[in-house]
Nanobody, 115 residues
Framework: QVQLVESGGGLVQAGASLRPPCAASGSTSRIDVMGWFRQAPGRQREWVAS???????NYVGSVKGRFIISRDNAKNTVYLQMNTLKPEDTAVYFC?????????WGQGTQVTVSL
């Protein structure tokens, strides 16, 4: 089993930055790809960014150039550096880990961006 815990969300003004971490525990040696998703009120959950165990990253177009996903394999933690935040980035941000045939999700952390 792999357990994920996100933290580091909050209420910020537009233009600010946040860097929530997602800490993994359990069978962490089996984790391959880790990623961040988000879900705004009334909308479906959407993929934001992902990073492979080798550090290959991918981003959704709306965050390219503003968000950076990184991974510390020694700490079993993945980070999402979010810069120049916009009100439309407001959502609950979820961490996801793929390990073998399985997937684990965190409980989410709320990010609210005000004007």
């Amino acid at each position: 089993q792999v357990q994920l815990v996100e933290s580091g969300g909050g209420l910020v003004q537009a233009g600010a930055s946040l860097r929530p971490p997602c800490a993994a525990s359990g069978s962490t040696s089996r984790i391959d790809v880790m990623g961040w998703f988000r879900q705004a009120p009334g909308r479906q959950r959407e993929w934001v960014a992902s990073i492979s165990v080798r550090g290959v990253t991918n981003y959704v177009g709306s965050v390219k150039g503003r968000f950076i996903i990184s991974r510390d394999n020694a700490k079993n933690t993945v980070y999402l550096q979010m810069n120049t935040l916009k009100p439309e980035d407001t959502a609950v941000y979820f961490c996801k880990a793929d390990w073998g045939r399985f997937t684990s999700w965190g409980q989410g952390t709320q990010v609210t961006v005000s004007l």
